[in-house]
């Protein structure tokens, strides 16, 4: 079974900007459901379907599976659940590893988070000083969770 080994953290400052491209992301949800999440996304000009299992800690069961643009973007438009993510996604490397940081906009506009990706629990790595707060356990930092909570519904109750 293929598993997702994810930590992620609020980023802090703009320091990370200066090493980084980004690529606009589109995706929603077609379920969100405790026990899994099926996620549509276009980035790219690519679309991908994903599956994921329950977190335990930073790891989770993942399935995910490229389909073709013109099908991402219908299932977008028609099917995914309210609001949809919209994101830009930068690249930073940091030792031997890449860092991605996501920067929300709509919905989730002023939300900026980084992950980083490991191949088991116990890597170690890196943390660059912009990565600020971990959250890898707060559930209210995942994508499936800002669709049903977006983060600007987070300000407005203080």
């Given at each position: 079974?293929a598993?997702?080994i994810?930590?992620k953290?609020?980023?802090?400052?703009d320091a990370w900007?200066?090493?980084?491209?980004?690529?606009a992301y589109?995706?929603?949800?077609?379920?969100?459901?405790?026990e899994?999440?099926v996620?549509?996304?276009?980035?790219?000009g690519k679309?991908?379907l994903t599956?994921?299992?329950v977190a335990?800690?930073?790891?989770r069961?993942?399935?995910?599976?490229e389909i073709p643009?013109s099908?991402?973007?219908?299932?977008l438009d028609h099917?995914?659940l309210?609001?949809l993510?919209?994101?830009t996604?930068?690249?930073?490397?940091v030792?031997?590893?890449?860092w991605?940081?996501?920067v929300?906009?709509?919905?989730n506009?002023?939300?900026v988070?980084?992950?980083v990706e490991l191949?088991?629990e116990a890597?170690e790595?890196v943390?660059?000083?912009w990565?600020?707060?971990?959250?890898t356990?707060?559930r209210?930092y995942?994508?499936?969770n800002?669709v049903?909570?977006?983060?600007?519904?987070?300000?407005?109750?203080?």
């Amino acid at each position: 079974m293929a598993h997702e080994i994810e930590r992620k953290f609020l980023v802090v400052g703009d320091a990370w900007r200066e090493q980084a491209a980004g690529t606009a992301y589109r995706q929603g949800y077609l379920s969100t459901a405790k026990e899994r999440t099926v996620r549509v996304r276009a980035a790219a000009g690519k679309g991908y379907l994903t599956v994921k299992g329950v977190a335990v800690g930073p790891k989770r069961p993942e399935f995910e599976y490229e389909i073709p643009i013109s099908e991402a973007n219908a299932m977008l438009d028609h099917l995914c659940l309210r609001p949809l993510i919209e994101k830009t996604r930068y690249q930073v490397r940091v030792g031997e590893l890449m860092w991605v940081v996501d920067v929300f906009a709509g919905e989730n506009a002023g939300l900026v988070v980084a992950e980083v990706e490991l191949a088991d629990e116990a890597q170690e790595f890196v943390r660059p000083h912009w990565a600020g707060e971990e959250v890898t356990n707060d559930r209210r930092y995942a994508n499936a969770n800002l669709v049903a909570h977006p983060y600007k519904t987070w300000l407005s109750h203080g």
